[in-house]
């Protein structure tokens, strides 16, 4: 949507700090270098709606097809949560939905980690270190200041007979949050039966 604002006079070009500058006092190589990031730009917002469309008509074939074998046959396709997947007669192209649910840690949390504070501060020196190492990896937000949620369901693995430790696992039970559930589209193919799967790259990372 462009406003008022956003309008600029003809033969001028608004600089970053929104200031209206001639396009003669404009240096060329800027003038290309602004050309081409906004061509790089609509041909990405282009791209962005068709693969959002494609994405929308997957599921809706996906969906139509369960709906119409349940009411043919009476035979109600996919797994647990939604998850589906469906190959060609030949074995050799494969559509998966997906749904994923995205895990978050309720205040709980930090008492798992107040508990288990006290448990390496109990234990005598040295004894566990590999352990405590695990668990402070666990628990470590890095950069992104976000908690790595694999590492820390991942203690809740470990077999540690200490009451104290089972119950910081409990406490990291009783904080998981389901904070959203998102579907994905995936598609699969290889070149026989007998060979793995390879993902058709949709991520322009991985194309």
Known sequence: MTTASDTVPEGYMKDAKGRLVPLKAVKPEHLLEDELVRRVHEAAAQLAERLAAFKRAGFADVAALQSLLHEKYGVRMGGQKGNISLSTYDGRL???????????????????????????????????????????????VGK??????????????????????????????????SDCTKTYLRLHTRETPDQAWNMVPLDLAKA
Do not use: C, Y
């Not at 997906?98 to 980690?113: D, L, N, Q, W, Y």
């Not at 200041?145 to 910081?168: C, F, H, N, Y």
């Open 94 to 140: 494969r559509v998966t939905v997906a749904m994923g649910e995205s895990i978050t840690f309720g205040p709980e949390i930090h008492v798992a980690k107040t508990l288990l504070d006290q448990l390496f501060e109990r234990w005598t020196e040295g004894a566990n270190a590999s352990l405590r190492v695990v668990v402070m990896d666990a628990f470590d």
């Open 144 to 177: 992104e200041g976000k908690m790595q949620t694999s590492k820390i369901l991942g203690l809740r693995r470990l077999d540690v007979p200490d009451p104290e430790w089972k119950e910081a696992m409990e406490a990291i039970a009783n904080s998981i949050r």
